[in-house]
T-cell receptor, first 111, second 116 residues
């Protein structure tokens, strides 16, 4: 049983397309994190959100707590957006510093 | 700022050899983590340290040991490497145990380990 499910697993888009990556989770959460893993392997935190929507440049993250669902949108996609995008939710209780991770969505943006 | 520094970046071992992966952070973070990443499985927690002097097992601790040497450093040791430990290993740190913003994790660049 996976507490965090992402879809799609792989995504190929043409440059300029609007992209949506989905994350569903089955546990109660305080916040949800979106991470980006570059082709070289480095992982960076993009967003942490507990409600509503956050925007950073061309990236928009939304969350619906009632539906236990989050989406990451990329507007006007560019080849440099090619990466693996990972959804993560903290565990609860004494293990709240630990995370459930999705398996990631591999995005390729073609020029 | 260096952030989280992991060494080495690449390593090839023979079955049965031992090695230590080093991790250091310069952000004065309390919590540190070791993960492994395998294709199709996402990040899995090996060990976790909430603060200097404390360590806890994660999902996949078998075959590994850790040391939280001080607040900055958290090392991962493979005493007798096995092919099943071929993976990419990431160290991460976060500021504190309370407060949402302090739960953001900062990752090292990763170590690609092959065990033959």
């Amino acid at each position: 049983k996976n507490e965090v499910e992402q879809s799609p697993q792989n995504l190929t888009a043409q440059e300029g397309e609007f992209i949506t990556i989905n994350c569903s989770y089955s546990v109660g959460i305080s916040a949800l994190h979106w991470l980006q893993q570059h082709p070289g392997g480095g992982i960076v935190s993009l967003f942490m959100l507990s409600s509503g929507k956050k925007k950073h440049g061309r990236l928009i993250a939304t969350i619906n707590i009632q539906e236990k669902h989050s989406s990451l949108h990329i507007t006007a996609s560019h080849p440099r957006d090619s990466a693996v995008y990972i959804c993560a939710v903290p565990r609860v209780g004494i293990k709240r510093n630990q995370f459930y991770f999705g398996t990631g969505t591999s995005l390729t943006v073609i020029p | 700022n260096a952030g989280v520094t992991q060494t080495p970046k690449f390593q090839v071992l023979k079955t049965g050899q031992s090695m230590t992966l080093q991790c250091a952070q310069d952000m004065n973070h309390n919590s540190m983590y070791w993960y492994r990443q395998d294709p199709g499985m996402g990040l899995r927690l090996i060990y976790y340290s909430a603060s200097e002097g404390t360590t806890d097992k994660g999902e996949v601790p078998n075959g590994y040991n850790v040391s939280r040497l001080n607040k900055r450093e958290f090392s991962l040791r493979l005493e007798s490497a096995a092919p099943s430990q071929t993976s990419v290993y990431f160290c991460a740190s976060s500021e504190a145990s309370t407060g949402l913003a302090k739960n953001i994790q900062y990752f090292g660049a990763g170590t690609r380990l092959s065990v033959l």
